[in-house]
């Protein structure tokens, strides 16, 4: 008896951690830092064409989308209030510095696509800013605030692999939590996913709630005449999950805006 009491366990145990004995111990979600890398080179590949993320922290221009200028690593804007919250952030930490006395005027544009009292002044302090340490940090921590923290939180309790974490961060970053006048923002577009299909978290397949989400937004994109390209998601995004590369297993390759991309290694 006390042998087939550990036989019964044993299998027990291949059903709990399946045939090849791993579990999901192994995989790592978006927070992993390997893995958040691939995220911002991912971003960076749409927001900058180019996977060097790092040397963003110096973009700064008006893409022409209503939002004003669009500038560093995930594209914050003065017309969204993010890039406000980056100037305030690096201000708190340094005091007196060349942005500092643009405030004002990002304080007066947000909502608009205004340059009011911005101008070239503003963007080659902003550049200039970027060979600061506590300028990159205060970027990172507005990346990390209000857009990749939130959309890993979400999608972990959505039950989504590294792979849906990464998709519903790239969303926070191209729509915002909310809706605004004439954008349709993340939290509608996972609704719509919710509609549709259940989420692993609710015994749903990842790969079927994955494509109802890519849907929902594709629908979102299209909303957007400043954003109506929807290669972001349909050869890039689509093509991983049809891959099945739920935990972003590289070698990665894809398409945005017409550009090619690929990340190798491990």
């Not at 993320?53 to 893409?63: M, R």
């Not at 503003?122 to 600061?132: E, I, L, N, Q, S």
């Not at 972990?156 to 349709?184: C, K, N, P, R, W």
Request: net charge negative; with cysteine; glycine share 10%.
């Amino acid at each position: 008896m006390k042998h087939r009491r550990l036989a019964l366990a044993a299998l027990a145990a291949l059903v709990l951690t399946g045939c090849s004995g791993s579990s999901s111990a192994s995989e790592k979600g978006l927070d992993d830092p390997a893995k958040k890398d691939i995220a911002m080179r991912l971003v960076s590949s749409a927001e900058n064409s180019t996977l060097d993320w790092k040397a963003q922290y110096a973009y700064v221009e008006d893409i022409g989308d209503g939002r004003g200028y669009t500038a560093g690593i995930i594209g914050f804007c003065s017309g969204t209030g993010d890039l406000l919250r980056v100037v305030e952030r690096y201000t708190a930490k340094r005091p007196g510095n060349a942005l500092q006395e643009f405030l004002p005027a990002l304080r007066a544009v947000n909502g608009s696509d205004s340059h009011e009292g911005l101008g070239e002044a503003f963007t080659d302090a902003w550049a200039k800013a970027a060979k600061d340490a506590a300028f990159r940090s205060a970027q990172d921590a507005e990346r990390d605030s209000a857009y990749f923290d939130p959309a890993v939180e979400r999608a972990e309790a959505d039950g989504l692999s590294a792979l849906g974490q990464f998709i519903y961060y790239d969303a926070y970053v191209m729509h915002g939590y909310a809706d605004a006048t004439g954008t349709v923002g993340f939290r509608t577009i996972r609704a719509q996913a919710l509609a549709e299909t259940d989420p692993p978290s609710e015994g749903g397949d990842e790969e079927e709630y994955l494509n109802a989400f890519l849907d929902a937004r594709v629908a979102a994109i299209r909303k957007e005449p400043s954003h109506s390209d929807t290669s972001r998601v349909e050869t890039a995004q689509r093509r991983f999950v049809r891959e099945g590369k739920l935990q972003l297993e590289t070698p990665l390759a894809w398409k945005v805006y017409g550009e090619s991309f690929r990340i190798d290694g491990s």
